[in-house]
Each structure stands twice: as structure tokens, then as C-alpha cells.
């Protein structure tokens, strides 16, 4: 007898899907149907984002009745859901509807020949509403997915506990997404002020991490970065800063 191999565990481009990457299928397909929704209130502006950092600079234009965007993002997202609905008979419907009915037949959809594509196309589509209704402020850079064929970014919120590669499907646990970073990092330094070595924490993180924070990490010893020649310049160590940013974020 053989064993029923699951298409995104081994690859393959058939097969039932997994007991794991089933329990991440039904919350990608909950996240997704609450993301639509919020989407949907974004096309008719009932929710807007400034994008962080940036000013609110009045057009010449006057703005559209809906946010074209977000109402192209929808359209797309929609046409997905309706192809994967389409594997197992649910022809036609709108988005929101047929997200529910999927939620009630995850059964069918797991072992339908086409779940792997199914998986993979949902959880992508679900990666694209959900960066775009979070504010962004809200987001946060993981790191790097750890399949040694892929690497591709992996972001999403601070509580994240579990991240899918938008790329190849792999979900990971996000505190050894983590770690792995630091680990890569380690006999790797930054030079510079505070506030350089806030900047480079922004850049790999996506956190609002300030020139005061690292001045505090270093005061309460959770830093040991080594003076150099030049009076205020320091040689910071990438993973402890990546650490107690972590850390901070966690914490609020």
C-alpha cells in the first residue's frame, strides 16, 4: 500500500494535502474571507492608510469614488478564489460566499487534484490582501524562507507565530524563521552611531526602532558594542540588535 504524499511537503504537483498544510488551509481561507471584507471597505474608502512616515499631500484631482487599487486587488483576488472553487464544483459566486462554502468543505478541497496549486494560489493571494490592508506600520520583516531552494522574504505581523512562503508554500515557525537570521549573521557589525544602527535595524526589520532605543539597549546592557577611535562611534553586533528589537516589539 502507499502513502498519499502531500504536494507541498514533497514537491509534487498532486497528491492530498498533509495534515498540517490542511490546518494552514483553513486559516489561510479564514484570514482571506476577513480580509475581503476589509478590502471591500477599502475600495469604498471607509478605511484608509497613510503610508508610514509620510506626509498627507493634498492632490490636484479629486479623488476617485473608490480606491481603484484596492478594487484591482479585489477583482484579481476574486477570479482566484473563483478558479479554486471551480476544482470541486463551486461554479460562479462572489468572493465572500464562496470562501465560506470552501471553509465547509476543506475535506473536498484537500484531496482535490489540484490542491497543491489550490494551496499555493490561495495562500499568495492571501499574502497580497492582508500587506495591503495592514497599515504600515503594522508590518514587520520576519526574515528569509528557509527552504535552501527558495529564500524568499517572509513578513507579516508581530504575533505572527507560523509564516508561509508567498514563493514555494513552506510554512515555518516564525521564532525559528528568526533565529536562523541571526545566526547568519553573527561576526557581522555595523559602525556607526546610534542612529545608524537604528536605521539598519528599519531597513532588516521593518520596525520603527529610534535613535533613543538603541542609546537605552546599550544602558541597560542588553548591547555590547566596542567604541571605536572616533568618540561617539560604535561597532554594533548585527544579532544582538536584531534581538532586542525583536524583543521590544514583542513586548508592546
Not at 486587488?73 to 465572500?96: P, R
Not at 468543505?105 to 484531496?111: C, D, H, I, S
Not at 515555518?172 to 557589525?189: C, D, F, I, L
Request: charged share 30%.
Amino acid at each position: 500500500m502507499t502513502r498519499n504524499q502531500c504536494p507541498i511537503c514533497e514537491g509534487l504537483p498532486r497528491g492530498p494535502l498533509c495534515k498540517a498544510h490542511r490546518q494552514e488551509l483553513a486559516k489561510t481561507i479564514h484570514e482571506l474571507r476577513l480580509g475581503m471584507y476589509e478590502l471591500k471597505r477599502m475600495e469604498r474608502r471607509e478605511v484608509r492608510h497613510k503610508p508610514h512616515g509620510e506626509r498627507t499631500v493634498r492632490s490636484v484631482f479629486s479623488p476617485t469614488l473608490i480606491d481603484m487599487t484596492a478594487a484591482s486587488l479585489y477583482d484579481y483576488a476574486e477570479e482566484i478564489i473563483q478558479d479554486v472553487a471551480g476544482d470541486i464544483g463551486l461554479w460562479a459566486g462572489e468572493a465572500l460566499q464562496l470562501l465560506t462554502k470552501l471553509a465547509g468543505r476543506m475535506g473536498r478541497l484537500a484531496n482535490a487534484p489540484n490542491s497543491g496549486r489550490d494551496y499555493r494560489d490561495l495562500t499568495r493571494i492571501n499574502r497580497k490582501v492582508q500587506l495591503h490592508i495592514t497599515p504600515p506600520e503594522e508590518r514587520i520583516i520576519h526574515g528569509h524562507c528557509l527552504s535552501p531552494t527558495c529564500g524568499a522574504e517572509l513578513s507579516g505581523l508581530p504575533d505572527d507565530t507560523m509564516s508561509t512562503c508567498s514563493k514555494c508554500g513552506n510554512a515555518w515557525v516564525v521564532a525559528e524563521v528568526r533565529r536562523v537570521r541571526r545566526e547568519r549573521m553573527e561576526g557581522q557589525y555595523i559602525i556607526g552611531q546610534p542612529k545608524v544602527a537604528a536605521q539598519w535595524v528599519c531597513r532588516e526589520t521593518g520596525l520603527e526602532i529610534k535613535r533613543g532605543d538603541v542609546s537605552n539597549w546599550r544602558r541597560r546592557g542588553l548591547l555590547h558594542p566596542v567604541e571605536t577611535e572616533t568618540r561617539g562611534v560604535w561597532q554594533w553586533a548585527k544579532p544582538e540588535l536584531l534581538e532586542c528589537a525583536e524583543g521590544m516589539r514583542l513586548a508592546t
